[in-house]
């Protein structure tokens, strides 16, 4: 359909003009002004400079987003870039573990005791400042030790206590093997361990910094194949959700 979104990724969006059949791709935020998604909206034409309607832009995580552009450097044998963005989904979905564990599903779980959207604000502030300098290790971790100490508020009042203890007890630090091995939940327990030997991390270090190796196509596959399978798994045990995906299952 004329118009519609094709091939959105995490920085753009392309969409073929209704006037001129112009193919345009779109920075979200220097051409849009915004990182969407978009329901509907005007954009202006690179070729002819006509304005038209865009739409159709599906709501998708930013990880998954990451994941997709991973997929197509892998195609073009471009594995350096492939790895670099795995590496990114995976501390972006970390990163929305803590977000959906400690706000989203506290927020909507109990509406009627959740105070004001100020008060939310406040503690998603407060939950960016414990984790900002959180990288792919650390964001592993602060995951993991969240799950061994079972810090799963039901609130948005027990929310900013938990929120605190992602620093006074240090989240962000290795846990102990000896923890995971004695975690009673198997399933959990099984998840965790395997948290721990992600290869993504130590390959993307290896490609990225000072050596900037150039990684073989089977390491890259194990990586983009069976560790993001792995992730929707994740995924769907912890669960590992959006504040829109809480809010739609909170009114459905």
């Known amino acids: 359909m004329v118009g519609n979104i094709q091939n959105p990724d995490y920085e753009t969006v392309t969409a073929e003009c209704e006037h001129c059949g112009a193919l345009c791709v779109f920075n979200r935020m220097d051409e849009i002004g915004e990182p969407g998604p978009y329901s509907g909206r005007y954009a202006t034409c690179f070729e002819c400079r006509q304005p038209f ?86 964001l592993r971790d602060a995951l993991t030790n969240t799950v061994l100490k079972r810090v799963h508020p039901q609130t948005l009042q027990e929310s900013e206590t938990a929120i605190s203890r992602i620093a006074d007890e240090e989240f962000g630090h290795n846990p102990k093997l000896s923890d995971i091995a004695k975690f009673p939940d198997e399933e959990k327990r099984n998840l965790l361990k395997q948290l721990q030997q992600l290869k993504i991390g130590r390959l993307r270090n290896d490609v990225v910094h000072q050596h900037a190796r150039r990684p073989r196509r089977a390491e890259v596959e194990e990586c983009l194949d069976e560790e993001i399978r792995f992730l929707y798994r994740v995924r769907d045990t912890l669960p590992v959700y959006t504040f829109d995906y809480w809010r739609f299952k909170t009114n459905a």
Request: hydrophobic residues 40%.
């Open 53 to 138: 309607w865009i739409h159709g832009n599906i709501i998708n995580p930013a990880y998954y987003l990451l994941i997709s552009s991973a997929t197509e450097h892998f195609g073009t044998k471009r594995y350096m870039q492939c790895v670099a963005l795995l590496a990114q989904a995976w501390e972006l979905f970390f990163s929305l573990f803590l977000y959906s564990n400690y706000l989203y599903r506290p927020f909507f779980a109990n509406p009627e005791l959740s105070p004001n959207v100020e008060y939310f604000n406040r503690l998603s502030s407060q939950l960016y400042d414990a984790t900002r300098k959180f990288t792919f290790y650390p």
